[in-house]
């Protein structure tokens, strides 16, 4: 079972770059990682997925180094809206289906 | 597309009753995973049902128990309440669910509180 460790909380500046790094040393050969951010009240919604090197989309960036061992989650000039729980994920290959272990995530909050 | 349907979105119960949430998930989707998310717990599996067959299961009483239809809508049963049940209950859904690399599509999920 891959745990991941991550930032409790971060704050940050509307336009600032913010980055997030999640640790999981102990990431499976087949493991992919995503990020998932949450509103309060509502359920999370995912943000990118990576399995090596660099992903990036219109939302946000994700950095995955050789060894796979962490990864950070890169949100370029954030805003208010940004302001949300920000989780780390990687499978559980142990069993076959959905049974992602969701860590304490990372409050983000993002400051005018 | 429509996306995942939780009913109801407020519950509020007393100890001892019981209660069913539901979950419809996205067209197509196949698996569907619940989670309970609170304060000092975070966001915990409960059980993923595929083909109207619990897949997974998590680390919780027998108490809590689902189940899934042949049109992938589920629901989640709780029997004899405790207080310690108040949570957001979280459905998800995806395609087969069988891989890491697929999306989760998470519902709003139904806040139940148990007094």
């Known amino acids: 079972l891959a745990k991941t460790t991550q930032p409790i909380s971060m704050d940050s500046y509307e336009g600032q770059e913010v980055n997030i790094t999640c640790s999981h040393n102990?990431?499976?050969?087949?493991?992919?990682i995503t990020w998932y951010q949450q509103f309060p009240s509502q359920g999370p919604r995912f943000i990118i997925q990576?399995?090596?090197t660099k992903v990036t989309n219109e939302v946000a960036s994700l950095f995955i180094p050789a060894d796979r061992k962490s990864s950070t989650l890169s949100l370029p000039r954030v805003s208010l809206s940004d302001t949300a729980v920000y989780y780390c994920?990687?499978?559980?290959?142990?069993?076959?289906?959905?049974?992602?272990?969701f860590g304490g995530g990372t409050r983000l909050m993002v400051k005018p | 597309k429509a996306g995942v349907t939780q009913t109801p979105r407020y519950l509020i119960k007393t100890r001892g009753q019981q209660v069913t949430l539901s979950c419809s998930p996205i067209?197509?989707?196949?698996?569907v995973s619940w989670y309970q998310q609170t304060p000092g717990q975070g966001l915990q599996f409960l059980f993923e049902?595929?083909?109207?067959?619990?897949?997974n299961k998590g680390n919780f009483p027998g108490r809590f128990s689902g189940r899934q239809f042949s049109n992938s809508r589920s629901e989640m049963n709780v029997s004899t309440l405790e207080l310690g049940d108040s949570a957001l209950y979280l459905c998800?859904?995806?395609?087969?669910?069988?891989?890491?690399?697929?999306?989760?599509?998470f519902g709003s999920g139904t806040q139940l509180s148990v007094l």
């Open positions: 102990n990431i499976a050969t087949n493991d992919y």
């Open positions: 990576g399995y090596k």
């Open positions: 067209s197509g989707h196949r698996s």
């Open positions: 049902y595929f083909s109207e067959t619990q897949r």
């Open positions: 994920l990687v499978g559980d290959k142990s069993n076959a289906g959905n049974m992602l272990t």
């Open positions: 998800a859904s995806s395609f087969q669910g069988a891989a890491t690399n697929e999306k989760l599509f």
